[in-house]
């Protein structure tokens, strides 16, 4: 059974431009998550939802962050415009739900912002 | 803020048993514990979880003290291949996984 996909593995644009990430999670788990994760710091929540609802989005900066997830399946998380400061790899990962932790995560997607 | 600490890192010689520490004292009673692992240009790792009981996998031990105030993640036989940033983890009280900086274990030939 295939793991969390995300796509694109790596990506390079200019701040003030948008960008988009994907995440395709595991079939059948109802919880899915976005992570930011800084160089050498733990990965930090952004969203989580539990099918297509968003139950903590609290560390989201709305202003320039959105999430989405339709369908309760796949997921995508978008950045517009982007700045410098958000270069770091962003991490989907998903899991059953309720108060089962074990989360499955995919590769990440590196972003460089220039 | 992360509810454990770690040591930022450890040096494990191959093939030796690989013992990392974690301190979680203010962990309440029905909180588990849960360990993962990120390799390097990958995404974290789910390794073992346990509450009160001593609990092994395929892939580690973990040893949990009778206070619950800290616990041991033990790899048996360590490889190559388990160096890693290992991260504790104890869930907050919006049950969310709150991650620290980890311990960067370097398994040494």
């Known amino acids: 059974e295939a793991g969390v996909v995300q796509s694109p593995r790596y990506k390079i644009i200019e701040k003030k431009q948008p960008v988009a990430f994907w995440c395709n999670p595991i079939?059948?788990?109802?919880?899915l998550y976005w992570y930011r994760q800084n160089l050498g710091q733990g990965p930090e929540l952004l969203i989580r939802?539990?099918?297509?609802?968003?139950?903590?989005d609290s560390q989201l900066p709305k202003d320039r962050f959105s999430a989405e997830r339709l369908k309760g399946v796949d997921s995508t998380l978008k950045i517009q415009p982007a700045e410098l400061g958000d270069s770091a790899v962003y991490l989907c990962?998903?899991?059953?739900?309720?108060?089962?932790?074990?989360?499955?995560f995919g590769q990440g997607t590196r972003l460089t912002v220039v | 803020d992360a509810k454990t600490t770690q040591p930022p890192s450890m040096d494990c010689a191959e093939g030796r048993a690989a013992n990392l520490p974690c301190n979680h004292s203010t962990i309440s009673g029905n909180e588990y514990v849960y360990w993962y692992r990120q390799i390097h240009s990958q995404g974290p790792q789910y390794i073992i979880h346990g509450l009160k009981n001593n609990e092994t996998n395929e892939m580690a031990s973990l040893i949990i003290t009778e206070d619950r105030k800290s616990s041991t993640l033990i790899l048996p036989h360590a490889t190559l291949r388990d160096t890693a940033v290992y991260y504790c983890?104890?869930?907050?009280?919006?049950?969310?996984?709150?991650w620290g900086a980890g311990t960067k274990l370097i398994i040494k030939p």
């Open positions: 990962a998903s899991s059953l739900g309720g108060t089962k932790w074990q989360a499955f």
């Open positions: 983890i104890v869930p907050d009280s919006n049950y969310q996984l709150i």
């Open positions: 939802y539990e099918n297509e609802e968003a139950v903590d």
């Open positions: 079939s059948g788990h109802n919880t």
